[in-house]
């Protein structure tokens, strides 16, 4: 049975986003949606536009001033530790889902430890726990235990994982968690279905409210995005990331609201993007989201090239993972099971930190302390 | 001019308090911090890191001879910022805390409500506490009255570099403490500080505008000179501002009072230096809480 639609999905109905991304918007469109203090959903599509690519130095110069404000010259560093690549999902462009054969594992607790520990030997001290869709062997209870494990050496974690309900949420916030990423991957219904055609992930309200589940229950770090190339109108997917992200602030002014915008990678899935995203448009993307939510985060992986995350923390990225691996136990013993994608900046953590240094930006190791009393 | 800056019985050198967060490195920090002349820096607990003590934590760029504040930023209510002090009194060694409890991300706006619950558990608890708080008269009576050993209302929004935006506040907050008034968040540039410091601050603090300014070194220095300016300003004590009407000359309005016969009931004096209340120096005096 799908889930029904939730208070995000009713709102979004409202909001016209394919009619908004569709517009032709002209220059002057662009000049005055730059010109505004606060900018709306169709300021954002003016800066998305064709009409505003033309102006990319301006509007990557107005993001760059923005992030600076609100976030100063610091970038804030996470690595994932993926716990396992079991997966009950088939989505058409994973490298883990669920009729592929690639080698399958699954971490213990103690494994999962061991990971942590080498990425907190690194300076680590954010780490984002990530699973396929596998409810046996990533259960609720299963991360629990992680969580606990793990909180005494990580002082910020959070989960990329298949969605749960309310009180899985509020048990794995009494444990410790702090964060909960759940991208839509898509807000095209017919694109969602179409790529997601198995399993628990299929039921796309079900996804989309995860997050409100979540936010209620008291989670202090959301993450919502997209996966840039999925669907054809890929400006429409970037102004229902922000719509959906504002529509988070406003719900849950305690929480904190991250996005990212991953564009797919190759993998074992062999999808190939319906659009190709270039690096200017991604750019483009990337600052006028700045412009829109100058207060959200933004996340940006090792999925991009290591060219292209050095000039995107100089306009708008303010936490980025950096020598990562897509592979359960990857970092202890790497080559035991397969990765979800392959990563394109694969410098070290030491080496993207220097980079920011040597970009004027201090790579924050720490920004954040145990959620749970320890001394008890 | 012996004019000292004392919090808490401590006696600083400097007006000019320094955030250490957002610099494009922890050297540019101490650098900045040098220049500024400060003697009391502010680090966000959640930044510190104790298990990298001495090899590249934020601590080890503050400046020998320079105190101390650890601050609970990142904090959402009381408990967590009476577990995040004690995290920190234990692991820095000073039992001095910048109590920020700011639940809204985005803004940054302190919660009144759980900062006096906080400031009312720190102080029993024997810490000095320094509130940073909204620019509400009431509240710092009451954080004040709590045993907070300053109060550190907000300028405008953290980070907002927007200047003195609650000036008609700062006024009246100034007028009845009697603990120092330190301004905090959202001064923009010097003239913020030195307007902040001429309607009678006891001190500024700045950690944005000196961060983000392209030569955060020449800022830093240019923040202590103007703190300093406008504190002579203030115990200088400005002169009446002329406006159009009393620019004019007018006629006496009270000459008639010598007609009547008898006493005048006319006061002797009485002038603005005669309201500064108890516990505070009016402009001119030269002294301090």
Sequence with gaps: MAAPRGRFARHLDTLDVPGLSARAYTDADVTAALGREHRDLADLAA?????????????????????????????????????????????????????????????????????????????FRHLLLVAGEHRVEVSQDYLVSVVERLRPHVPSLSIETQTWSDDTYARLVAAGLEGVVHYQETYDRDRYAATHTAGWKRDFDR????????????????????????????????????????????????????????????????????VPVSDAEYVQALAALRLFEPEAGIVLSTREPAALRDGLVRIAVTQMSAGASTEPGGYSAPGTATEQFAISDERSAVEVAAMLEAAGYEPVWKDAFPLVDLSR | MDDPFVVAGQRLGSRLLVGTGKFAAHTVMRDAVL????????????RVDLDRAGDGD????????????????????????????????????????????????????????????????????????????????????????????????????IGSNRGLRTRDAIEVIVAQAGVPVVVDAGLGVPSDAAEAMEVGADAVLVNTAIAVARDPIAMARAFALATEAGRLGYLAGRGTVADATTAEASSPLTDFLGGLGGPTGQPAGGGPAAAGSAGRPAPGTGTDA
């Excluded at chain 2, 550190?152 to 929004?157: E, I, T």
């Design chain 2, 58 to 157: 934020i601590l080890d760029f503050v400046p020998a001879g320079v105190r101390l504040l650890p601050n609970t930023s990142g904090a959402v209510d009381a408990g967590e910022a009476v577990r995040l002090a004690r995290l920190g009194r234990a692991g820095t060694g000073t039992s001095w805390v910048k109590l920020e409890v700011t639940p809204d991300p985005r803004t940054l706006a302190p919660d009144p409500i759980e900062t006096l619950r906080a400031a009312e558990l720190l102080v029993a608890d024997g810490f000095t506490v320094l509130p940073y708080c909204s620019a509400d008269p009431v509240l710092c009576r009451r954080l004040e009255e709590a045993g907070c050993a300053t109060v550190m209302p907000l300028g405008a929004w």
């Design chain 1, 207 to 274: 996804r989309l409210n995860s997050t409100e589940l979540a936010g209620a229950a008291g989670v202090r770090r959301l993450g919502v995005g997209a996966l840039l190339g999925l669907a054809e109108d890929w400006r429409a997917d970037v102004l229902s990331v922000a719509a959906h992200a504002a529509f988070l602030v406003k719900s849950f002014w305690r929480t904190e609201v991250t996005v990212a915008l991953p564009r797919i990678r190759p993998s074992a899935s062999g999808y190939q993007p319906l």
């Design chain 1, 47 to 123: 800066l998305l536009a064709p009409a505003a690519t033309a102006r990319l130095e301006e509007l990557a110069q107005a993001a760059r001033a923005t992030t600076l404000r609100r976030f100063g010259r610091a970038v804030r560093l996470f690595a994932p530790v993926y716990l396992s690549n079991a997966c009950l999902s088939s989505c058409t462009y994973c490298g883990f889902a669920k009729d592929l054969p690639i080698a399958r594992r699954t971490l213990t607790v103690d494994e999962v430890a061991a990971e942590a520990g080498l990425l907190t030997g690194r300076g």
């Design chain 2, 35 to 46: 220049a500024s002349g400060t003697e009391l820096v502010t680090v966000a607990l959640r």
